[in-house]
């Protein structure tokens, strides 16, 4: 069921990371940011949507981010999320806490 | 709390959220299928669109309580759609819950013993001891010098209850319950009076007003509620008071009074104790009573130290002088009765919802396969039970609510203490409640465990019949049938003793006839009648009187009315048989024996003949016969065993000295005196009553005519002597006797209530789980029979079944029932806790009572027709 599932609190909460690390390039819908995720990582990873949704819809609820409806680019009424100050913070703390462990990981396969 | 707020409102705009939701993924959709140009592909890549909303939802809503809501109205579906199961358990725990709702709060309230005190339980009675070695009263330390000696209790207090004449212009003079307490007694009393004011120590002096305070019963009844009788004067017992107040209803401490005056503790009356002075303190701030009892009894040796061992003074609880107060353990097994009853009705439910437990099995099942998680499942199978209670729970109310009311009625106005309130209050309510959810777990924990422990593979392939659950659940079934069975046997034995102590209650000869015999109370005040001499006058007046009327065929005079107790008598007897006197040689037969504890009535010469009391040997004592006795046989037989009692000698002794003595001029017949030992007699002496004037008497008058016609007379002629005395309690002797019986009939009703309801119950249990048992068993019954099976061995097989269940309740109750029927021992009359017979009739019932739930369903069992039975798959 997508990145959500397989691999516990670590992984969701990168998918929290990067949703929010999308969203700071501007107001997207829930399908932009999935297709955003897809192509910057050059289709490595996939989100599904059965993760995303639920993903956007906690962030909404924590205050990370805001939702707003409003016209697509082909005129469709669509829900547009958008970081809030209290996101923007999170984001910094979980790239953080990210950056220290992708540097702790690959310490640790570089050893040998 | 931001979080809460955008929950909340998206709980009230939920079809918004619906919509949205919909809206969103929709628009994924569509974006998605406009990019990839192939619709079909773009709906299967996207996956379960509803496990996705639904996942979004949870996170929005409150979704515990969402599902709560949701298994709450699928319980109430299920129950719905089985009618006779959800109609039976309720109706059942709406007996249980109602019966227990009324006995918890009968009892509760009885227990509570609030009489207006703070911390009753820590106020204490101070009352001279006795020694073992001569069963004497001891003199005690004087309250002054108790005040000043004793630090382990705070604030001593003297009070005496005494009965009174109240009289004034108002209404007919009565007589009414006084109690003269000091202003320091009255410092504990929480409640202000109603009207008026309480006592201050100034009104204790000598030198004070005489005052009176009247209880709000007096106050309205006798007043009519009148504020104005406040600084009205009116008589008791012939002095003129004053009154300066009203208590407000209830009002309790240290007795339940029609009046209250103060009292002044003078010289003469501190220096005996023994006056009906009642001394009492509240313990001090961090003392204990074993420390208190070590400090009195240290001051007493102080005041008296040339005394032998043993306590000079009993300190202890006040609330030991309440008659509820000792019965404790028999009410709480009352409440421990009906909780069983109670425990009985939710094993009952538990095997009717085992049974349905096992139809439902698949359905858990199929819920476990779609994913319910088996907390959920035990968790809706609770809602389900707590559901069932909850209905169970508004019928008990139902059946409480008039219950209490009817109970209320029946004991009001009787000698209740005030504090028992028997209504629904929130109390009451909180333990019905607590009771219906309680028992819903009870009762629901077990099938639930049991279903929610379904394996899925072998459940959905056979068809909700998996050997594995069901062998377990009939385990768990035959369990609590054995369980109710063990309860019932201790009920049952409840039930026989009681039962059994009634009938030798009533089998008992009374030793005298009760029928046509008419009985008052008069007590005269020594204000009125201040000489023994007038006293005597005024009764020989009022013998007469009363013998005047018609239909009067004798009248007589007695201290004490049959199984009314007696007064304690110490006496000193002489000619004791050698027997009584080990190792002391013949010569010393006529020495007298050392003062012995006896009891005594007062009567006049009319008594026996009134009573019709047969006299056994020699006479009974003529009216001037002063130095004559009568006795009873138990008295000649522990005195003078084996010897006349004629012509013997006997006196009374007081304190140290002894008076003269007395010649026993005849034995009469035992009478049933004492309430509780029917079967024991006392020894019993009978002064005649010339020779010591009762200013508190009975007069008892043998009529014609049938007794309730002439009570009023009666009353008349008290009237015409004297205006300001009443006659109490004029009734037939016999309704007195059964009223004195109450208290033992009413409890063995009670009992035979509940078992008898426990007993059904647990027969209709035993019948269910055998009726179930031998539906699952068609097939198998089916065969037997097909193979040559005689009816006769089928019908055997199943009553042994059912039979098994019955024998292993009955050996784990009858320890339970050895243990707990202890309890009654306060009220048996003649049986033992123990008795093997009441045990062998308990056997007996519970077995025929275990047969018939068996032999139902075993009746149907052989009657199978082993073709359809084969079909039956």
């Not at chain 2, 939701?21 to 669109?49: I, V, W």
């Not at chain 2, 961090?286 to 306590?311: K, S």
Request: aromatic content about 8%; overall charge positive; proline content about 5%.
């Amino acid at each position: 069921m997508g990145i959500n599932r397989s691999g516990g609190e670590l992984v969701q909460g990168t998918l929290d990371m990067l949703i929010l690390k999308t969203l700071l390039r501007g107001p997207m819908h829930g399908y932009g940011i999935a297709q955003s995720i897809q192509s910057a990582s050059d289709e490595v990873l996939r989100v599904e949507e059965g993760s995303l949704y639920p993903a956007l819809h906690r962030l909404e609820l924590d205050g990370f981010i805001d939702a707003e409806w409003g016209q697509s680019e082909n005129h469709r009424r669509a829900k547009f999320y958008r970081l809030t100050p209290r996101g923007r913070k999170q984001l910094a703390r979980e790239a953080g806490h990210w950056r220290q462990l992708t540097t702790a990981i690959a310490r640790i396969m570089e050893a040998s | 709390m931001k979080k809460f707020w955008k929950r909340l409102s998206a709980l009230w705009h939920r079809d918004q959220l619906e919509r949205d939701l919909e809206d969103e993924l929709s628009f994924h959709l569509a974006m998605k299928a406009s990019e990839t140009g192939d619709a079909p592909s773009a709906h299967r890549s996207f996956g379960n669109a509803t496990a996705f909303k639904e996942s979004c939802r949870e996170l929005w809503l409150f979704s515990t309580l969402d599902s709560l809501s949701q298994d709450v109205r699928y319980a109430a579906r299920t129950l719905r759609r089985s009618p006779l199961v959800t109609g039976v358990a309720i109706v059942a725990l709406a007996l249980g819950i109602g019966i227990n709702t009324t006995v918890f709060t009968v009892i509760g309230s009885a227990l509570r013993f609030d009489m207006g005190v703070d911390r009753i339980d820590r106020v204490v009675t101070l009352m001279p001891g006795e020694t073992a070695s001569t069963s004497r009263p001891q003199p005690t330390p004087d309250i002054w010098t108790l005040r000043r000696e004793v630090k382990t209790i705070a604030s001593l207090a003297a009070y005496r209850f005494t009965p009174v004449n109240l009289s004034d212009s108002h209404a007919l003079p009565e007589r009414c319950s006084n109690v003269q307490m000091t202003a320091s007694g009255w410092a504990m009393v929480k409640p202000k009076p109603a009207l008026g004011r309480g006592f201050v120590p100034a009104d204790e002096l000598p030198s004070a007003a005489p005052a009176v305070l009247l209880s709000y019963r007096v106050w309205r009844r006798r007043y009519g509620g009148d504020a104005s009788i406040l600084n009205q004067t009116v008589r008791v017992d012939d002095v003129p008071r004053t009154v300066i107040g009203v208590m407000p209803p209830g009002a309790q401490f240290p007795e339940d009074a029609d009046i209250w005056t103060p009292l002044t503790i003078t010289d003469a009356l501190a220096a005996s104790s023994q006056r009906g002075l009642l001394i009492f303190g509240r313990l001090a701030e961090g003392a204990t009573l074993v420390a208190a009892r070590a400090e009195v009894d240290a001051v007493a040796r102080r005041v008296y130290p040339n005394r032998a061992g043993g306590h000079f003074v009993n300190v202890s609880p006040f609330l030991q002088m309440i008659g509820v107060y000792d019965s404790r353990a028999l009410l709480i097994a009352v409440m421990f009765a009906v909780g069983f009853v109670l425990l009985i009705v939710c094993a009952d439910v538990a095997n009717l919802l085992l049974a349905r437990a096992a139809a439902r099995s698949r359905e858990i099942a199929v819920r476990i396969a779609i994913g319910a998680g088996r907390a959920r499942v035990i968790r809706q199978l609770l809602i389900e039970s707590v559901m069932l209670a909850a209905a169970g729970g508004i019928g008990g109310w139902l059946v409480a609510v008039p219950t209490l009311r009817w109970f209320d009625g029946m004991t009001e106005g009787g000698h209740r203490p005030s504090w028992i309130h028997f209504s629904m209050d929130t109390r009451a309510f909180l333990y019905l409640a607590g009771v219906s959810i309680g028992a819903g777990i009870i009762f629901g924990l077990a099938p639930a465990l049991q279903l929610a422990r379904t394996d899925v593979n072998s459940a959905i392939k056979d068809g909700g019949r998996s050997a594995e659950g069901g062998r377990r659940g009939r385990r768990l079934s035959g369990i609590l049938v054995a369980g109710q069975m063990a309860l019932c046997v201790v009920l049952l034995a409840g039930a026989g003793l009681m039962i059994h102590s009634t009938v030798n209650l009533y089998a008992a000869p009374m030793g005298f006839d009760a029928r046509n015999v008419v009985k008052m109370r008069i007590s005269l005040s020594e204000t009125k009648y201040p000489s023994p001499a007038a006293a005597l006058a005024f009764q020989q007046t009022l013998k007469s009187q009363i013998a005047a009327i018609p239909g009067v065929v004798q009248v007589a005079l007695a201290s004490n009315l049959p199984l009314a107790g007696s007064r304690p008598f110490r006496v000193e007897c002489e000619g004791q048989s050698p027997s009584q006197w080990d190792g002391r040689s013949p010569s010393v037969v006529r020495q007298p024996s050392p003062p012995t504890m006896s009891a005594a009535l007062l009567v006049d010469e009319n008594y026996f003949r009134t009573l019709q009391i047969p006299v056994e040997q020699g006479r009974t004592f003529t009216r001037d016969d002063d130095a004559a006795v009568v006795v009873n046989q138990a008295f000649a037989a522990r005195f003078w065993p084996g010897e006349p009692a004629i012509g013997k000698r006997l006196r009374p002794v007081s304190g140290d000295a002894a008076h003269a003595w007395l010649t026993v001029a005849g034995v009469v017949h035992d009478v049933e005196q004492d309430l509780f030992q029917p079967l024991a007699h006392t020894a019993l002496v009978y002064l005649p009553e010339s020779s010591q004037p009762l200013r508190d008497s009975f007069v008892i008058a043998r009529t014609s005519a049938p007794p309730q016609a002439l009570v009023e007379p009666f009353r008349r002629a008290v009237q015409a002597l004297d205006e300001n005395l009443p006659a109490q309690d004029a009734a037939a002797l016999s309704n007195f006797i059964e009223e004195r019986r109450l208290n033992i009939t009413s409890f063995e009703k009670l009992f035979t209530l509940f078992a008898t309801v426990a007993l059904l119950l647990a027969s209709i249990g035993l019948y269910a789980v055998i009726a179930h048992a031998v539906s699952r068993r068609t097939q198998e019954i089916g065969i037997r029979m097909a193979m040559g099976g005689a009816r006769r061995d089928i019908f055997s097989l199943v009553l042994k079944q059912g039979m098994r269940h019955v024998a292993y309740g009955f050996l784990a109750g009858l320890p339970l029932a050895f243990a707990l029927t202890r309890v009654l021992k306060r009220l048996l009359v003649g049986v033992s806790p123990a008795d093997p017979a009441t045990f062998l009739a308990v056997a007996l019932v519970l077995g025929a009572a275990g047969a018939l739930g068996c032999a139902i369903p075993a009746r149907r069992a052989v009657r199978v027709d082993p073709l359809t039975a084969l079909r039956h798959e």
